[in-house]
């Protein structure tokens, strides 16, 4: 992951359970189902936590970068 962008998304695969709820509700199309969800162009996340809110496992956080 590109470390110049300003959101982090991580996955945590423990927990996820490939419902595909978080790429559906991604407004932004950043995440694709692939084997769980995979970040298709992380440049394109406004960190808007939608993938966060609607995930039913905790399993998806986007955090923001540390300003360096
Ligand atoms: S924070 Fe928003 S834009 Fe970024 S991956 Fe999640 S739903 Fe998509
Ligand atoms: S919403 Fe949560 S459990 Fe469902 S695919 Fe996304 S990260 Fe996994």
């Known amino acids: 992951m590109d470390p110049k962008l300003p959101w982090e998304i991580r996955v945590n695969s423990k927990w996820c ?28 996340c406004t960190g808007c936590l939608m993938c966060e809110m609607h995930c039913p496992d905790f399993a998806i956080t986007v955090t923001r970068r540390e300003e360096k």
Do not use: S
């Open 17 to 44: 359970k490939n419902c595909g709820l978080c790429a559906a509700f991604c407004p932004r199309g950043v995440l694709e189902m692939e084997d769980g969800p995979k970040v298709k162009d992380a440049a394109l």
